[in-house]
């Protein structure tokens, strides 16, 4: 994938291109709390204290950054914040980004760890959660099948899954997440190291394939 700048997402807009998309406004629908701006550079700012420790002493911590794209293309059909659930109807905080692609296409570890469960997981559908020490953790949702079980020991790349549209779905894709502490992040930095930027969907394309575990 190309290195491009960041830009502002137009939805229906010729001059879309590859951009990423504008964080919803957390702001309008809860006030007082963190603004998505204030998310992103907070992410981005974890992102890059650990990424100052993804050296040998890593290992040695027992601590493996996200920092790889959890499939090989990439493009969002919904991103991290708050937005209107494509399947309730509710307003409700997506915890993670969703990432249309065929039906079956591998999803590969974004680092290396433990995988802590391996299950059916109500609205995630089928589901894999990695732990990679230091209280940062991944989940992956929506899967057709999962070739991983709890308890494995997984590599940085190593493929985990297939994409697929079980749980709360309206079509195939992944549903990533990042966590940290147990609360999530946005997930973009971990997966755009530097300044890649990624294609951001909009309108029916993108309804064809969200979801999410949120009510």
Known sequence: MGMV????AVENSA?????VPDEPDDEAFNPGVTSPVDENQDARAVFQAWKRLDTGLTATLGVSVPSRQPLEKMSLSSSYGMRVHPITGRVARHNGIDIPAPYGT???ATADGTVGRAQRL???GNYVEIE???AIETRYGHMSRFVV?????VKKGDII??????GRSTGNH???EVRIDGAPVNPLPFVRADSMAIAALSGDQARLAMGGPEE
């Not at 700048?5 to 502002?8: D, E, G, K, N, R």
């Not at 001059?15 to 951009?19: E, I, T």
């Not at 079980?149 to 020991?153: D, I, L, P, R």
């Open 149 to 153: 079980q709890s308890g494995q020991h």
């Open 161 to 166: 899954g297939y994409v697929g549209s079980t």
């Open 106 to 108: 591998p999803i590969y």
């Open 5 to 8: 700048p960041a830009a502002h």
């Open 122 to 124: 109500g609205g995630y």
């Open 15 to 19: 001059d879309a291109g590859v951009v």
């Open 174 to 176: 992944l549903h990533y």
């Open 132 to 134: 990679h020490g230091n």
